[in-house]
């Protein structure tokens, strides 16, 4: 984590957002918090997503969402989101909007 820090107060937040977006694979389909997700999920689960809010910005939630959303269909995903739903984008922390379009339901109102 310290050598992480030094990069990120070297290099820039957006340097080190790309920097964890590669190591991670988050673009692609060899997404590592995906493929992590998918190894231990078992058919008769539920998946909670929390920690959102302490991974932004280098780990977008519509990132993951999206990437599991193609691989994960038969158990019901559940993300604790630190923010509002519009009910077609997220606003995380009530003030980012991120405007990309999500299929999901609240279970809060």
């Known amino acids: 984590m ?8 070297n290099d820039g937040i957006e340097e080190a957002k790309r920097a964890i977006s590669t190591l991670l694979m988050i ?6 918090i995906v493929k992590y997700i998918m190894d ?10 929390t920690g959102v809010g302490k991974s932004y ?4 939630s519509h990132n993951v969402l999206n990437n599991l959303h193609q691989v994960l269909d038969e158990v019901p995903v559940i993300m604790f989101f ?4 519009s009910g077609t984008d997220l606003i995380l922390f009530g003030t980012i909007k991120d ?4 299929r999901a339901l609240s279970l809060v109102k």
């Open 2 to 9: 310290n050598q992480f820090f030094e990069f990120e107060k």
């Open 27 to 32: 673009g692609s389909e060899s997404n590592l």
């Open 40 to 49: 231990n999920t078992q058919n008769n689960s539920v998946v909670f997503l």
């Open 57 to 60: 910005p280098l780990i977008r």
């Open 82 to 85: 630190p923010g509002k739903y």
């Open 99 to 102: 405007q990309n379009y999500y």
